[in-house]
């Protein structure tokens, strides 16, 4: 059996969609090739894909995130926010029944939080140590006669003339 879109459907609300507009456009956020093809080959182990399989493992990442990604948003606008949160996609990812990638998805988040926040306490720390964020110095050979005066200045306090 074949299934035919109606090419004259419109959407009546902001939850309809229009599929052949949506279609061509899911079409275009393909995922990288190179990205999946890396993703793939990691999980293979020597093992080899067709172009076809690689192909339909790139439109079927695009379209779980599409629908993924449509889910989360109506359980924020259930709650009526305008930003999708982390809590948002867990919700959508049990309704889809993939609710087994959970444990290991929250364990990616808090590791890329903490990664971040150390990263954030690092630079704090060093803007506290220099007084500023971290600078760089531009060294350059001019005569002496060249007019050109340098005042070094570190922390607000005047250090020298050049």
Not at 13 to 31: H, V
Not at 102 to 122: G, H, Q, W
Not at 123 to 145: A, C, F, K, M, R
């Amino acid at each position: 059996m074949e299934v035919q879109w109606d090419s004259s459907f419109k959407s009546t609300s902001d939850d309809e969609i229009d599929f052949n507009k949506e279609a061509k456009r899911i079409a275009d956020l393909d995922m990288p090739q190179a990205v999946v093809t890396k993703l793939v080959n990691n999980v293979l182990c020597g093992n080899s894909i067709e172009e076809d399989a690689k192909l339909a493992v790139i439109r079927s990442t695009t379209q779980f995130i599409s629908h993924l990604t449509s889910s989360a948003n109506k359980i924020a606008k259930n709650k009526n926010h305008k930003n999708i949160q982390p809590d948002d996609v867990f919700k959508a990812i049990e309704e889809c029944e993939f609710d087994e990638f959970l444990p290991k998805l929250k364990d990616e988040l808090n590791a890329y939080v903490e990664i971040k926040r150390a990263a954030k306490a690092k630079q704090n720390e060093e803007e506290n140590v220099t007084g500023g964020p971290p600078s760089s110095s531009i060294v350059t050979d001019l005569p002496s006669d060249s007019g050109v005066k340098v005042e070094i200045i570190q922390n607000g306090d005047h250090v020298t003339n050049l």
